[in-house]
């Protein structure tokens, strides 16, 4: 595999004063020359002038967070990476390429979830590249090959794990936020560390059931939540009737037979339970017929 080999190239500035002088001195000998009728000497020169004029031509500029991948003659050569004013051969082909962190944000993507349930999911990705030579050369175009590498990463995530946890404790693309972030990170980054890029985060920016079957989830969810909330009510209530019969006769209050207290609790289940203010009975006779 092509592994990036950085190099530091010559100083433009010290190149570019040393051309410049060559090329006043060579056109300064031309002139002398050509005035001497020295016809070897005329040739010698006009090819001196020639090939400072070709390496002026290697003079290039790297820009912060930026690199030069060089290239000669179809081989690497290696990549500059110190910011500054450089000189390298004349005849080589420098390519671009940014170093800066970079964010992708995936198209809303229709896939199923892991119970079947069709879903739309989106996903915004920050990446940088940090191996020129793999990111050039490895792949034909990197930036593309993030995009569709992502969003192929993004439907593998929402097929493995439910929209909703159904048992507690199950992670869920909904409620495990955090989990599903770092998942989808290395998931993403496995398959583009051979381009050279690195994954620095990766999150969901959207998630919601399909438009088909929005309504009847939502049902489900409020149904889910109705079901969650009555069970917490009679455990409440349970406990208050529990220790309202314990208070009852340890402070001898008044003594209950059986009967007794199992319309006692029918009552007070039915008062605390019961979704509406209760509307007591004064019952002003005798509890017995």
Request: net charge negative; with cysteine.
């Amino acid at each position: 595999m092509l592994q990036e080999k950085e190099i530091k190239g010559i100083s433009g500035w010290l190149m570019l004063v040393a051309l410049l002088a060559l090329l006043i001195y060579s056109i300064l000998t031309l002139i002398s020359a050509i005035k001497a009728e020295e016809g070897l000497w005329i040739i010698i020169w006009l090819t001196v002038l020639a090939i400072d004029i070709v390496c002026v031509f290697g003079l290039t500029v790297v820009n912060p967070n930026e690199a030069k991948v060089i290239q000669l003659l179809g081989a690497y050569k290696g990549s500059i990476k110190q910011q500054g004013f450089r000189w390298v051969n004349p005849l080589t082909l420098r390519r671009r390429v940014s170093l800066r962190i970079r964010n992708f944000e995936s198209g809303k993507l229709k896939v199923n979830d892991q119970d079947g349930n069709p879903i739309e999911i989106a996903a915004v990705v920050v990446w940088r590249v940090v191996e020129t030579a793999e990111a050039m050369f490895q792949v034909d175009d990197y930036e593309h090959f993030v995009h569709v590498q992502s969003e192929a990463a993004l439907r593998v995530l929402a097929t493995t794990y439910p929209y909703d946890a159904h048992v507690e404790g199950q992670m869920s693309l909904r409620i495990s936020a955090v989990e599903i972030s770092h998942r989808l990170r290395d998931e993403i980054h496995e398959r583009l560390a051979k381009a050279g890029v690195e994954v620095i985060e990766a999150r969901i920016s959207h998630l919601a059931y399909a438009p088909e079957i929005a309504s009847a989830m939502l049902r489900r969810q409020q149904a889910s939540a109705i079901i969650a909330a009555r069970q917490k009510i009679v455990e409440g209530a349970v406990g208050m009737v529990e220790m309202a019969l314990d208070l009852l006769s340890a402070k001898q209050v008044v003594q209950l037979d059986e009967e007794r207290k199992a319309s006692m609790v029918s009552n007070l289940l039915v008062v605390l339970c019961s979704d509406r203010d209760a509307q007591p009975v004064v019952n002003a006779g005798t509890l017995y017929q």
